[in-house]
């Protein structure tokens, strides 16, 4: 596990108070959370969730990633917009596909997009987030609840403030209330803008709104170079969704890159202590397998996915 760089933003007192009085609204604090109630006890309180970037190589159509998360017995799927935006656009049914999911048993836990509501140019910014809203409309039609919120659009000469980018969140969220989806924020690890756990938790709090909450990634954490103690911080409010998965040894931190993550337990990540976390601090998110490996994308998208399951309940059980 990497140890704690100095990734924690420098703070003036009159930021940090202004911080503080907002922690106890967004449920950020472990002892104001509680524990999802939604899971089994058989795998302690946790459910499955299948990113469908984990079989996007096998270039399936939306029906039939949803088969596949289906019939390897998932409870969630986390869907990409962008395939979803082109199957509407070819004419498929939002209902057909809200029923073959439904029928299936599974539930859209949360969604992958892309909209630029965090960049600095105000007209950027304002169709990004036109763009964020028919996203969310699109997945509150499915049923789902969630939309990852990632620092995308930001240009490599661009420079968004922390205080900036949560006051943007905070509109992202207010865009939510009105449709039902909640935008989680999310870090890339090493990325310029949010990179860091501390800056995306920074960034939540700031906002001060009560749905804020935090989309992490057992990867990015190790990319991005920070600690899986700074969950200890949060609680079962701010962790609803985590994407779950491992990375070897080799390439070291600073080369790897989204290709080479592996199955949960094929890898070296801390899986055990990531998920005694959770529980410490009375948390059961999502598990959501987020795998970009062109291996597993040679493979069967039925035998991946199942085996991305079975292994990542196989974590949970030996708690």
């Avoid at 969730?49 to 399936?60: A, E, K, M, P, W």
């Avoid at 009105?178 to 690890?189: A, F, K, L, R």
């Avoid at 410490?280 to 085996?307: C, H, I, M």
């Amino acid at each position: 596990m990497p140890t704690m760089t100095h990734d924690l933003p420098e703070l003036t007192r009159r930021h940090a108070l202004a911080v503080g009085v907002t922690v106890i609204g967004t449920g950020f604090l472990s002892t104001n959370t509680h524990a999802n109630d939604d899971g089994s006890a058989e795998h302690k309180g946790f459910r499955f969730g299948l990113n469908t970037s984990t079989i996007r190589g096998q270039d399936l159509s939306v029906e039939q990633e949803v088969d596949v998360a289906g019939r390897a017995g998932y409870d969630g799927l986390e869907p990409w917009l962008g395939k979803l935006n082109a199957f509407v656009e070819e004419g498929g049914s939002l209902k057909d596909l809200r029923k073959r999911i439904e029928d299936h048993g599974l539930t859209i836990e949360s969604a992958i997009g892309f909209a630029s509501w965090i960049v600095n140019d105000e007209a950027k910014r304002k169709k990004g987030l036109e763009q964020a809203k028919r996203d969310m409309d699109l997945i509150a039609q499915l049923g789902g609840r969630r939309i990852a919120a990632p620092p995308a659009g930001v240009s490599a000469d661009e420079t968004v403030t922390l205080d900036d980018a949560a006051e943007r969140y905070r509109a992202l969220l207010e865009i939510g209330d009105e449709i039902g989806v909640t935008p989680q924020i999310e870090m890339w690890g090493g990325n310029r803008t949010i990179g860091t756990v501390s800056k995306a938790i920074y960034i939540a709090v700031r906002a001060g709104h009560p749905k804020a909450c935090f989309l992490g990634d057992v990867y990015h954490t190790y990319k991005g170079g920070s600690s899986f103690d700074g969950l200890r911080m949060l609680g079962g409010n701010a962790l609803q969704v985590y994407h779950f998965n491992d990375y070897p040894a080799n390439p070291p931190r600073e080369k790897i890159g989204d290709a080479d993550r592996v199955h949960v337990g094929d890898g070296i990540a801390p899986i055990r202590e990531i998920l005694e976390i959770f529980l410490s601090v009375g948390a059961t998110p999502v598990l959501s397998l987020e795998l970009f490996n062109r291996e597993y994308w040679k493979q069967d998208a039925n035998d991946v996915a199942k085996v991305g399951l079975e292994k990542m309940k196989a974590a949970v059980a030996a708690l």
